[in-house]
């Protein structure tokens, strides 16, 4: 593992956003939703594409809380220009399981 200085880190921008829109991105190769994820009125609304249809069906998405990186490029993914990449982690069966925050936080708050 790669040791990274705390500047390394704070140039990551992990922010706290909500799911408003989850439909099934159809003509990815992969299986996978488009989510639409408000930051908050700074930072706006953004689109990603997230490979997490094994542990979630769109509707219960909707509404949820999730941990995003609000600062790589946008990434051309098929017919979507993916704005943010949410974040989570491979269960044993590899199946991603949302970052999420356990308690309600303000809409743009940034992990430190």
């Known amino acids: 593992m790669k040791t990274i200085s705390f500047d390394d880190f704070l140039q990551v921008e992990l922010r706290v956003g909500r799911i408003i829109s989850a439909k099934v991105f159809a003509q990815a190769r992969k299986p996978a939703y488009i989510l639409e994820v408000d930051f908050g009125e700074a930072i706006g609304v953004r689109k990603s594409s997230a490979q997490i249809t094994a542990l979630y069906q769109p509707d219960e998405l909707v509404g949820r809380l999730v941990v995003a990186v609000?600062?790589?490029?946008?990434?051309?993914?098929?017919?979507?220009m993916s704005e943010?990449?949410?974040?989570?982690?491979?269960?044993?069966?590899?199946?991603?399981?949302?970052?999420?925050?356990?308690?309600?936080?303000?809409?743009g708050t940034r992990l430190l």
């Open 70 to 80: 609000i600062n790589f490029p946008a990434k051309q993914i098929g017919p979507l």
């Open 84 to 107: 943010c990449l949410v974040t989570g982690f491979h269960n044993a069966a590899g199946e991603v399981a949302l970052c999420v925050p356990d308690q309600a936080v303000p809409l």
